[in-house]
Each structure stands twice: as C-alpha cells, then as structure tokens.
Nanobody, 123 residues
C-alpha cells in the first residue's frame, strides 16, 4: 500500500497550490482521508479531513475558508486545494488514510501515510 503525495513547491504569499495524493495497492473508498503538515521545529498537525464519500469535511481553524479538501474515489485520489497561502503555511504536507470512514483529526486514527510534499510560502 502506498500513498504518493505531490504538488508541493515554492509560492508567494497569496498564491495557490493544489496537492494530490494518489493511493495504490488497495482502495480507500470506505476510509476517511486526511492531510497533516509539519513545519520546521514543530510537531505534526492536522490540516483537513474528508469522510469516505466526500460528503463531509473538517478543517483546522487556521485554514478554514482558504483550503478545500476533496476526493475522487474512482481515481483513489485525495486533493488539497490551498488558496491565499501564508508564510505560516510553510511545511511538509502529508496525506493519510484513515482506519475508518468517519472524520477524525487524530493522527492515531490514520493507518497509512504518504511520504510528504514540501510547501514553501515566501513573504
């Protein structure tokens, strides 16, 4: 089982990026999917999650209104559209597949993790 995150890069403050996370090895259509991030010198933190069919989403307060998580179960892929990026969004972003179908912001509820993609927002 592999989660391959992509789409990171360098962007100016106020810009946008779209992260993708493609799963292989098994389908996650019955599992919640999430994005976490880890900034230099900080602990990994929850960013966003989407339930098994994309009907419900959940965001950490600092990204509400700027980030949108979505999924395409036919492609076994989850996305994170990031708009109005700020320097404090700079981090390595990780996608993760949940153990269950329901939304959760706890890292312990995610069984599979991608390798991470670096997002750098310059001021």
């Amino acid at each position: 089982v592999q989660l391959q995150a992509s789409g990171g890069g360098l962007v100016q403050a106020g810009g946008s990026l779209r992260l993708s996370c493609a799963a292989s090895g098994r389908t996650f259509s019955n599992n919640a999917m999430g994005w976490f991030r880890q900034a230099p010198g900080k602990e990994r933190e929850f960013v966003a999650a989407v339930d098994w069919n994309g009907g419900r989403t959940y965001y950490t307060d600092s990204v509400k209104g700027r980030f949108t998580i979505s999924r395409d179960n036919a492609k076994n892929t989850v996305y994170l559209q990031m708009n109005s990026l700020k320097p404090e969004d700079t981090a390595v972003y990780y996608c993760a597949a949940g153990r269950y179908g329901l939304l959760t912001n706890y890292a312990r509820d995610y069984a599979y993790w991608g390798q991470g993609t670096l997002v750098t927002v310059s001021s």
